[in-house]
Nanobody
Framework: QVQLVESGGGLVQPGGSLRLSCPAS????????MNWYRQAPGKQRELVAT???????NVADSVKGRFTISRDNAKNTVYLQMNSLKPEDTAVYYC?????????WGQGTQVTVSS
């Protein structure tokens, strides 16, 4: 059974930082492309950052320079370091693992940026 379990969300003031984690089980983690998505209320799900199996990285323009994606294949975990958070970063953040037609999702973790 495949499981992706996000953690690290919460309430933070503008300008603050959070680090999201997503350990994966039930897959050969190292060969999967890992993504972080987010979905704000009333909006479509948005791709935030991607890290491939060979650690190539792509980050959305809206978070470039503020968010960093990384992976630890020894721990089967992908991370999203979020700095200089803004109110518009408020959303549910989802971890996603993709390998050809295989596509797995976590349950999401809420990030709220507010003073």
């Amino acid at each position: 059974q495949v499981q992706l379990v996000e953690s690290g969300g919460g309430l933070v003031q503008p300008g603050g930082s959070l680090r999201l984690s997503c350990p994966a089980s039930g897959i050969i983690f190292s060969i999967y492309t890992m993504n972080w998505y987010r979905q704000a209320p009333g909006k479509q799900r948005e791709l935030v950052a991607t890290i491939t199996s060979d650690s190539s990285i792509n980050v959305a323009d809206s978070v470039k320079g503020r968010f960093t994606i990384s992976r630890d294949n020894a721990k089967n975990t992908v991370y999203l370091q979020m700095n200089s958070l803004k109110p518009e970063d408020t959303a549910v953040y989802y971890c996603n693992a993709v390998l050809t037609v295989k596509d797995y999702w976590g349950q999401g973790t809420q990030v709220t940026v507010s003073s």
